[in-house]
DNA sequence: ATATGGTTTAACCAAGTGGTTAACAAAAGT
DNA sequence: ACTTTTGTTAACCACTTGGTTAAACCATAT
């Protein structure tokens, strides 16, 4: 019987189980029990264990990247671009919980992956914003720190929660229903807190 | 030839090869070529991987944790203690740039991994800082924002430029001097600036 | 029908892995 | 001195892992 799709079948499965073990944790059984496939299957449609995992993290990168891109390329001020890009975010961690870590810690002990991402068609580009925020900063509207400063803090205020989400949860010693609350409430009020923090 | 202290020696190859590949992606052999040792000395001092694995993770928690809390307790002013933590755990991460990324990806694939450490004697106990907040947005001088959430907003600031590092040098192309210039930077104002950002 | 060519499977393999063992070396008791 | 305990080593083992292969399957074209 031939499935149409085994292919996206496959890269599917392979998400799961990468993101979740990483390149060193994951075992190519464990992705063909998730596909419900063969092993060999995996071998078939992509070469070996290293170039499902490119694919895989090709997949993932281009799920995060252009939608980050319209945003920062989007024609309206930096208060609504900001509102725009923590909402936005949040709602595609809270939907790939695993996803940054995954990139991040793949990231850190491959260096030949950041040079794979640095030539994405789809690379982040976050020049636009860091320009908005020194008119801004020139117009007397923001404090006058460092536009990359401004985007480190922004970054980190959104991502890391999630990120550091299990490390957060020992750490404060609530339950994971409690901590999702505080995160939901991060959702709508995060930014707005973050412009008032920068303006004048 | 006896060594007196090949226990410790065995301690830092682990941690040293552990921190950088994880769980998963640790060989026995490599920590014992790091610690220029025989491979079934790891196992005569410390069972097996598991085992040394875990004797790792409370090692490197160790290290971490008893540090916060001394902060944590100490008997100054809020302003103070955000200083000061800001300070120290920014030349901590400085020295140890891999452990916080490989706490929290550890962390993510063993849920009772947390259990343990929850149950850790020197388990960082932040409440005296979120007490401190408490009081002062009484009195005025902070903004009204849940003291958690500010909990939140300082790790965030305060970590995360150094977990996402690669991360952020793809993104913002970079160089690693470059970035690192800005991590200095950073070290010197996060501290009153995040103050400034939260006084009324 | 049957030949064709892409797809799928079970069985297999070589290399790498964590872990053991038995013999040996060095201290420490006696 | 010599016995016992602790530390150290090389060789080995069982098993997992990524990867291969040869045969079977199945849709389609002829």
């Known amino acids: 019987m031939k499935d149409i799709n085994t292919e996206q079948n496959i890269l599917n499965a392979a998400i799961t189980v990468f993101q979740k073990k990483g390149m060193a ?15 060999a299957m995996l071998h078939y449609y992509f070469r070996n264990k290293q170039q499902l995992f490119e694919a895989v993290l090709m997949k993932a990168f281009q799920k995060l990247a252009p939608q980050m891109n319209i945003i920062f390329a989007m024609e309206i001020n930096v208060y609504d671009k900001i509102r725009q890009f923590t909402s936005s975010y949040i709602d595609f961690v809270l939907e790939n919980p ?21 030539a994405h068609p789809n690379k982040p580009d976050p020049k636009p914003l860091l320009r908005q925020f020194e008119e801004e900063i020139k117009a007397g509207n923001i404090k006058d720190i460092p536009p990359v400063q401004l985007l480190l803090n922004l970054f980190s205020l959104t991502i890391f929660p999630f990120v550091g989400e299990t490390l957060f949860k020992v750490i404060l010693d609530i339950s994971d229903t409690h901590y999702h609350e505080l995160l939901i409430a991060r959702k ?10 920068i303006r004048t």
Chains 1, 2 share one sequence.
Request: aromatic share 8%; glycine share 2%; charged share 25%.
């Open 25 to 39: 944790g994951a075992r190519m059984q464990e992705i063909a029990d998730e596909a419900q496939i063969n092993k």
């Open 98 to 118: 695993y996803l940054p870590t995954f990139i991040i810690h793949e990231l850190n002990n491959d260096p030949q992956f950041a040079t794979k991402l640095m």
């Open 188 to 197: 709508t009020e995060l930014a707005d807190r973050f412009i008032e923090s």
